[in-house]
């Protein structure tokens, strides 16, 4: 059965400075995807960047980054120039026919 | 383009009663999921609904039900309530739910306590 490790339950960062969480999954198909998933206060989950298994280049979206290493099952977000909206929950999940998701790292952000 | 709509946002209930929350995914969604989010267990996945046929469920006893009508709008049913089903429960909508790399878009969830 696929699993995600979240082993950070806790993080925190200085503004306008880099913070990376870590995640690791198990699992035997070599053709799947991965996200990592933003959860504010405000409970809505919001999609913060996706990787495609088969694609070796690591994904990108603004401030945020993934360092994905397949043969390592290793899945971690790079958030550079960190702000204060950044503060959340932050899940990493695994898709197959459904979302597998990790138990989440809390990301306090200070001024 | 209005996002995914789940209804109550908050609901109390006693143990032993029945519960019935809603989702109404973005319009041309097709695919609608639902998770249970709790400190304990975190999210899990409750089953999916497409083209209002059951497509996939989650390892949840059989008081969970849902069902999807012909406007994708979802339901999920929960009877004779427990202590434990207290939780955020969370609607996801994407067009076709498969390939997996579809982007979920959810809901802000329902809230519900059991007393």
């Known amino acids: 059965a696929q699993t995600v490790t979240q082993s950070q339950p806790e993080m925190s960062v200085q503004e306008a400075e880099t913070v990376t969480l870590s995640c690791t999954y198990d699992?035997?198909?070599?053709?799947?995807?991965l996200f990592w998933y933003k959860q504010p206060p405000s409970r809505q989950m919001i999609l913060v960047i996706r990787?495609?298994?088969?694609?070796?280049q690591n994904a990108t979206e603004n401030r945020f980054s993934v360092n994905f290493q397949k043969a390592a099952k290793s899945f971690s977000l790079k958030i550079s120039d960190s702000q204060l909206g950044d503060a959340a929950m932050y899940f990493c999940a695994y898709n197959t026919d459904k979302l597998i998701f990790g138990t989440g790292t809390r990301l306090q952000v200070f001024p | 383009k209005a996002g995914v709509t789940q209804t109550p946002r908050y609901l109390i209930k006693t143990r032993g009663q029945q519960v019935t929350l809603s989702c109404s995914p973005i319009s041309g969604h097709r695919s609608v999921s639902w998770y249970q989010q709790t400190p304990g267990q975190g999210l899990q996945f409750l089953f999916e609904y497409f083209s209002e046929t059951q497509r996939n469920k989650g390892n949840f006893p059989g008081r969970f039900s849902g069902r999807q009508f012909s406007n994708s709008r979802s339901e999920m049913n929960v009877s004779t309530l427990e202590l434990g089903d207290s939780a955020l429960y969370l609607c996801?909508?994407?067009?076709?739910?498969?390939?997996?790399?579809?982007?979920?878009?959810f809901g802000q969830g329902t809230r519900l306590t059991v007393v």
């Open positions: 990787q495609e298994a088969y694609k070796q």
């Open positions: 996801a909508s994407s067009l076709i739910g498969n390939p997996p790399g579809r982007e979920a878009f």
């Open positions: 699992t035997s198909e070599s053709d799947y995807y």
